[in-house]
Protein backbone atom coordinates (compact mmCIF):
# COMPACT_ATOMS: atom_id res chain seq x y z
CA UNK A 1 0.00 0.00 0.00
CA UNK A 2 1.61 3.27 -1.35
CA UNK A 3 1.31 5.61 1.41
CA UNK A 4 1.48 9.65 1.10
CA UNK A 5 1.82 12.12 4.28
CA UNK A 6 1.09 15.96 3.41
CA UNK A 7 -0.82 19.04 4.87
CA UNK A 8 -4.50 18.72 5.88
CA UNK A 9 -6.44 21.47 3.68
CA UNK A 10 -10.36 22.80 4.19
CA UNK A 11 -11.61 19.82 1.75
CA UNK A 12 -9.85 16.77 4.19
CA UNK A 13 -12.13 17.90 7.09
CA UNK A 14 -15.68 16.28 6.74
CA UNK A 15 -13.10 12.70 6.41
CA UNK A 16 -11.03 13.46 9.11
CA UNK A 17 -14.13 14.20 11.06
CA UNK A 18 -15.49 10.64 10.53
CA UNK A 19 -12.13 9.46 10.93
CA UNK A 20 -12.13 10.90 14.41
CA UNK A 21 -15.82 9.70 15.05
CA UNK A 22 -15.14 5.73 14.10
CA UNK A 23 -11.66 6.23 16.44
CA UNK A 24 -12.52 8.12 19.65
CA UNK A 25 -15.36 7.71 22.31
CA UNK A 26 -15.33 11.46 22.36
CA UNK A 27 -14.93 13.13 18.94
CA UNK A 28 -13.49 16.77 18.46
CA UNK A 29 -15.93 17.65 15.95
CA UNK A 30 -15.72 19.27 12.48
CA UNK A 31 -15.48 23.00 13.96
CA UNK A 32 -12.01 21.89 16.36
CA UNK A 33 -9.93 20.64 12.85
CA UNK A 34 -11.08 24.07 11.27
CA UNK A 35 -9.83 26.02 13.83
CA UNK A 36 -6.42 23.76 13.79
CA UNK A 37 -5.94 24.82 10.07
CA UNK A 38 -6.37 28.25 10.58
CA UNK A 39 -3.46 27.90 13.80
CA UNK A 40 -0.41 28.72 13.03
CA UNK A 41 1.11 26.72 16.43
CA UNK A 42 -0.65 23.68 15.03
CA UNK A 43 -0.56 21.50 11.90
CA UNK A 44 -2.75 18.90 10.55
CA UNK A 45 -1.57 16.25 8.38
CA UNK A 46 -3.33 13.30 6.67
CA UNK A 47 -1.61 10.45 5.13
CA UNK A 48 -3.41 9.07 1.92
CA UNK A 49 -3.19 5.51 1.00
CA UNK A 50 -4.49 4.47 -2.34
CA UNK A 51 -6.02 8.01 -2.92
CA UNK A 52 -7.89 8.24 -0.17
CA UNK A 53 -7.44 9.49 3.03
CA UNK A 54 -6.52 6.62 5.78
CA UNK A 55 -5.65 8.59 8.90
CA UNK A 56 -4.54 12.04 10.37
CA UNK A 57 -2.58 13.81 13.10
CA UNK A 58 -3.36 17.28 14.57
CA UNK A 59 -0.43 18.32 16.75
CA UNK A 60 1.42 21.69 18.18
CA UNK A 61 4.40 22.16 15.63
CA UNK A 62 6.55 24.88 17.80
CA UNK A 63 10.03 25.90 16.33
CA UNK A 64 12.83 25.70 18.72
CA UNK A 65 10.43 23.95 21.60
CA UNK A 66 8.46 21.15 22.46
CA UNK A 67 6.02 19.46 19.65
CA UNK A 68 2.85 17.72 21.17
CA UNK A 69 1.01 15.25 19.10
CA UNK A 70 -2.50 15.85 20.03
CA UNK A 71 -4.29 13.60 18.07
CA UNK A 72 -3.55 10.43 15.49
CA UNK A 73 -5.88 8.11 13.99
CA UNK A 74 -6.04 5.67 11.31
CA UNK A 75 -9.10 4.78 9.80
CA UNK A 76 -10.26 0.83 11.16
CA UNK A 77 -10.32 0.03 7.58
CA UNK A 78 -6.50 0.57 6.56
CA UNK A 79 -5.03 -0.26 10.14
CA UNK A 80 -1.97 -2.53 10.21
CA UNK A 81 -0.46 -0.59 6.90
CA UNK A 82 1.64 1.29 8.81
CA UNK A 83 -0.32 4.96 8.50
CA UNK A 84 0.37 5.98 12.34
CA UNK A 85 3.72 4.95 11.78
CA UNK A 86 4.34 6.93 8.59
CA UNK A 87 2.45 10.28 10.16
CA UNK A 88 4.30 10.25 13.78
CA UNK A 89 7.59 9.71 11.11
CA UNK A 90 6.32 12.79 9.37
CA UNK A 91 5.62 14.79 12.44
CA UNK A 92 9.41 13.52 14.17
CA UNK A 93 11.27 14.48 10.42
CA UNK A 94 9.20 18.08 10.24
CA UNK A 95 10.30 18.46 14.08
CA UNK A 96 13.60 17.85 13.54
CA UNK A 97 14.03 20.42 10.83
CA UNK A 98 12.67 22.94 13.37
CA UNK A 99 15.19 21.82 15.99
CA UNK A 100 12.34 20.91 18.53
CA UNK A 101 13.91 19.53 21.52
CA UNK A 102 11.27 16.76 22.40
CA UNK A 103 8.01 15.68 21.76
CA UNK A 104 5.23 14.78 24.34
CA UNK A 105 1.66 12.81 23.73
CA UNK A 106 -0.95 10.93 26.06
CA UNK A 107 -1.83 7.63 25.42
CA UNK A 108 -4.47 5.27 27.15
CA UNK A 109 -2.59 2.91 29.05
CA UNK A 110 -4.97 0.46 27.23
CA UNK A 111 -4.31 1.23 24.45
CA UNK A 112 -1.51 -0.81 23.15
CA UNK A 113 -0.99 -0.71 19.43
CA UNK A 114 -0.59 3.06 19.91
CA UNK A 115 2.14 1.98 23.02
CA UNK A 116 3.96 -0.43 20.61
CA UNK A 117 3.89 2.49 17.95
CA UNK A 118 5.62 4.95 20.27
CA UNK A 119 8.03 2.98 21.85
CA UNK A 120 8.85 1.56 18.22
CA UNK A 121 10.15 5.11 17.63
CA UNK A 122 12.34 5.51 21.04
CA UNK A 123 9.39 7.36 23.24
CA UNK A 124 9.42 6.87 27.20
CA UNK A 125 7.21 6.72 29.96
CA UNK A 126 7.26 10.35 31.34
CA UNK A 127 4.17 10.24 34.17
CA UNK A 128 1.01 8.56 34.71
CA UNK A 129 -1.97 10.57 34.23
CA UNK A 130 -4.87 9.01 36.39
CA UNK A 131 -7.91 8.17 34.80
CA UNK A 132 -7.42 11.17 32.17
CA UNK A 133 -9.94 9.24 29.71
CA UNK A 134 -13.19 8.98 30.30
CA UNK A 135 -12.27 9.41 34.20
CA UNK A 136 -11.74 5.82 33.96
CA UNK A 137 -8.00 4.31 32.18
CA UNK A 138 -5.12 6.30 32.92
CA UNK A 139 -2.77 8.20 30.16
Do not use: Q
Not at 57 to 77: K, N, Q, Y
Not at 105 to 110: N, T
Amino acid sequence: MNIKVRRANAADLKRISEIDEKCFSKPWGISTFEADLDDEMKALWVAEADGKIAGYLDAFVLATCDGEVLRIATDPEFRRNKVAHNLLNFMLCYLNLNASPRIILEVRADNEAAIALYKSFGFNEDGIRPKYYDNSVDA
